[in-house]
């Protein structure tokens, strides 16, 4: 393993988790937000919902620009966007400087994503094992410690500006000088030589991203979204109104789940390099659809809190491996295929909230907790599109490419 790739994978690793602050830091603070500028109950889900939609714009258009650009490149630009649009939504005081600076989070951030997964699936196609479970360990690290900033801010009543600052300026740079040692992959030629999925489903060669073959885990993105969205926006409300909590002990449920997601994640690597992605992605979907059932049925909010901290260790490895998985079914357009997944993403995130609102709403709380419950199982059954495909070498395994991906951003 070479020097040029450990560099590679710390500064990655870096960018994850400054991203999982960032996002941490903005989500949890939203009631600040609201209060500053002044939005209405009605205007703020507008505001929630174009964050989403255009980072599904920005994904798209990432995979576009890709063709010409190399992913390190739009990291490099688009993080620090992220860092500074979030420092204007901190510092600004008008509405239409909100709308501007969430605009601009929205974009970077789906170009964002994108990019750092391509990376991700390029280097662990590169270490010839699973380890792109490790980097979204390290985003699950950023955002608890961007939610603990961001309590720490509310706890202090300090202005989103004092909270948000510090952190652009330590993030910042660090992110700048360690974007010298992203790597990307190369060789594209000799990628799609190795095959590409055809519109048959079938392995065949110079073919680009065929969307019925992706569509599997494009689903699974999006079902994988939904229950993250549903923990982190119903989880305190669900304690308190439907279990009958405390408001402080409503809030632990979603910092339980962040920690589990951590654990879950760091240990994840090992579970796919032993058993194979397939039987963890597997055991995830019935974990977490085990833990959406004891929510739905429990008699207070200790088994609730139980059953939130099961769904975090199912479903956290649910998202690395379909990005991982992508890479694999087109390992000619990796880049391409990650781009269009990700913004499945944001599908599942706009879905799931609203979704379960409206269902407890007309229906209950308990009930619409078995919504997410079915469609994380469905996962079970595409869980085949998570093998290792076939290569010209024979066999299903990930080969090293130190050839192939061995060069720096900055020409190493």
């Known amino acids: 393993m070479t020097e040029v790739l450990r560099r590679g994978r710390a500064s990655l690793a870096l960018s994850f988790f400054a991203q999982g602050v960032a996002f941490a830091l903005l989500v949890t603070r939203i009631p600040a937000i609201q209060n500053r500028y002044g939005v209405s ?123 948000y600052l510090p952190v652009v300026l330590v993030l910042l740079p660090a992110v700048v000088v360690g974007s010298r040692w992203y790597v990307d992959g190369k060789g594209d030629e000799a990628e799609a030589e190795r095959g590409a999925v055809s519109d048959t489903g079938e392995v065949g060669r110079g073919e680009g991203v065929v969307f019925r073959a992706l569509l599997p885990l494009c689903l699974v993105m999006t079902f994988a979204y939904i229950g993250d969205s549903t923990v982190s926006n119903w989880s305190a409300k669900y304690l308190q109104d439907v279990l009958g909590s405390s408001e402080q002990l409503a809030t632990v449920p979603y910092n339980v789940y962040m920690v589990t997601t951590l654990l879950g994640r760091a240990l994840g690597d090992l579970g796919v390099r032993r058993f194979g992605a397939v039987a963890v992605v597997r055991v995830g979907a019935l974990v977490a659809a085990a833990g959406f059932a004891v929510v739905a049925v429990a008699p207070g909010a200790w088994a609730g809190m139980g059953g939130f901290t099961l769904v975090g260790l199912g479903l956290c490895v649910l998202v690395p491996q379909t990005f991982a998985a992508a890479g694999r079914l087109f390992p000619g357009a990796s880049d391409a295929a990650v781009a269009r997944l990700n ?24 009930g619409a907790m078995s919504v997410p419950m079915v469609l994380v199982l469905v996962t079970f059954v595409y869980a085949r599109s998570f093998a290792p495909q076939p290569d010209r070498y024979g066999g299903g395994h990930e080969r090293p490419r130190t050839a192939d991906v061995g060069r720096g951003s900055n020409g190493v």
């Open 41 to 163: 109950d009605a205007l703020l889900p507008v505001f929630l919902a174009a964050v989403p939609i255009l980072a599904g714009v920005g994904s798209v258009a990432t995979e576009r620009l890709v063709k010409r650009i190399p992913p390190s490149r739009l990291l490099r630009w688009s993080q620090p966007v992220v860092l500074l649009a979030l420092l204007g939504v901190g510092a600004g005081d008008q509405l239409a400087v909100l709308g501007f600076a969430l605009a601009l989070f929205g974009l970077a951030v789906g170009a964002l994503d994108a990019s750092m997964n391509m990376l991700g699936v390029s280097l662990q196609r590169a270490y010839g094992r699973s380890i792109m479970l490790s980097f979204h360990a390290v985003y699950s690290l950023g955002g608890i410690l961007g939610a603990s900033l961001a309590w720490a801010g509310a706890h202090w009543h300090l202005a989103l500006w004092v909270s």
């Open 343 to 366: 913004v499945f993403n944001y599908v599942g995130f706009l879905i799931g909230s609203p979704l379960v609102g409206a269902l407890g709403d007309a229906w209950s709380y308990r």
